[in-house]
């Protein structure tokens, strides 16, 4: 079992930034894989990042260049910074783990990216 705390959720205006973190309940090192995932209303959840144990990370085309995942060992998180940020980024951004197969979920945070 795995436990998923998120944060850094918001309002922001288009060209901007904001970092979600995702705290896990066991060693991030133990997980085979973390990553976020989006859902926008109306559309299906997507992947946006994902990073494995071995810290192979991994992005949807439609953020790359301008998202970064990422890990701070000490503090267990997993980071997703997102730069220029633009209204189709807005969605409620989910926090995943993935553990022998088994899905967890974060209970998601909502980012809106005003234009």
């Known amino acids: 079992q795995v436990q998923l705390v998120e944060s850094g959720g918001g309002l922001v205006q288009a060209g901007g930034s904001l970092r979600l973190s995702c705290a896990p309940s066991r060693s991030i090192f133990s997980i085979n894989a973390m990553g976020w995932y989006r859902q926008a209303p109306g559309k299906q959840r997507e992947l946006v990042a994902s990073i494995t144990s071995g810290g192979s990370t991994n992005y949807a085309d439609s953020v790359k260049g301008r998202f970064t995942i990422s890990r701070h060992n000490a503090k267990n998180t997993v980071y997703l910074q997102m730069n220029s940020l633009k209204p189709e980024d807005t969605a409620v951004y989910y926090c995943?783990?993935?553990?022998?197969?088994?899905?967890?979920w974060g209970q998601g945070t909502q980012v809106t990216v005003s234009s």
């Open positions: 995943n783990a993935v553990d022998y197969g088994n899905d967890y």
